[in-house]
């Protein structure tokens, strides 16, 4: 992968030069050299990530500031938000979507060419995508999203696995920060289903990190405290603040779940769960406890834990469905 550090792109300017003057003397020190082509990778999207937030502030935070639904005068809740979305974006999921899709990959095709098999990719399967790169991001991008709906909508069907998603659906002061609230063990489990989805269709690995953050950057948008929505049309091409809303709002008598969908609604409409009438309702999950509302970053990750024990010992705990 040296080939990456060619590149004269700001971010590619930018990550050799932290990786020069902060990195190698520490990989040197650990005599971890071996790495460096990985730690450079890990650098540069750690840079995509800061760039993602900056972009996701200049979008959202005029939204917020000028189409605001609601005003708390603590916003504590909402500063945990942000302390797990920096460590999320500008951590862990460069650490994920790069470093480990790509090792992940490089050992599948080697596992793969030893038993005579080619290596899956979308274009083997459909050699008319061949040549075609922007319709085969697309593409991918309509998958990745595809199977995220499946698993939102799973996690809100097995009470262990809500015990997990309560913490997202926790946070009665929801923003645009509000993403990334996720309990650990759902978020490993929803790492795992991303990266094998992306190592079966073959999303090359400089690809897989920029589809996440272009993903995530929509995601949070839909998490915008904002009287936002794109119109009758637009709300059923890309899913609005509005949309997204309804399936965080505090359930009336009588109401189900619905709109499990990140980025596009069309699996929701396909699969029978959109509804495009809720108004902008109130958020969070009247069966979670204290700790998981207003709590820290520590204190909802023990409450999701309760939560997920006192089901297993036979306790009843509340799935939003
Ligand atoms: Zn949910
Ligand atoms: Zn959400």
């Given at each position: 992968m040296l080939w990456l550090c060619g590149m004269t792109d700001p971010f590619s300017l930018a990550a050799g030069w932290l990786y020069e003057n902060y990195l190698v003397p520490v990989l040197y020190q650990a005599d971890l050299m071996a790495w460096e082509d990985i730690a450079y990778g890990w650098v540069l999207f750690a840079l995509y990530g800061v760039a993602q937030v900056l972009l996701m502030?200049?979008?959202?935070?005029p939204m917020e500031r000028f189409a605001r639904l609601e005003t708390w005068p603590?916003?504590?809740?909402?500063?945990?938000?942000i302390g797990y979305t920096l460590l999320n974006r500008i951590g862990v999921m460069p650490l994920v979507t790069f470093v480990l899709f790509y090792q992940l990959q490089v050992w599948l095709n080697g596992f793969l060419t030893d038993q005579g098999f080619v290596?899956?990719?979308?274009e083997r399967l459909?050699?008319?995508?061949?040549?075609?790169?922007?319709?085969?991001f697309f593409i991918y991008a309509l998958i990745l999203d595809c199977a995220d709906y499946w698993r939102h909508r799973l996690s809100h069907s097995f009470r262990w696995w809500y015990a997990l998603h309560s913490i997202h659906h926790a946070q009665e002061k929801m923003t645009f920060w509000s993403d990334d609230r996720n309990h650990v063990l759902d978020d490993v489990i929803a790492f795992i289903w991303f990266l094998t989805i992306g190592l079966l269709i073959g999303i090359p690995p400089m690809q897989f990190p920029l589809l996440i953050l272009l993903l995530r950057l929509l995601e949070s948008m839909s998490h915008a405290n904002a009287r936002v929505n794109f119109g009758r049309l637009g709300d059923r091409l890309l899913i609005s603040p509005r949309f997204h809303r309804a399936h965080h709002g505090v359930l009336a008598a009588g109401q189900t779940s619905c709109n499990y969908g990140a980025i596009f609604p069309y699996w929701d409409m396909l699969f029978g769960t959109a509804d495009f009438s809720r108004e902008y309702a109130r958020t969070g999950d009247p069966s979670a406890e204290p700790a998981a509302v207003s709590g820290g970053w520590f204190a909802q990750q023990g409450a999701g834990f309760r939560r997920l024990f006192r089901r297993r010992s036979g306790r009843t705990g509340t799935v939003r469905v």
């Open positions: 502030l200049a979008i959202c935070w603590d916003r504590r809740a909402v500063a945990v938000d290596s899956p990719t979308l459909f050699p008319v995508l061949m040549g075609r790169p922007i319709v085969t």
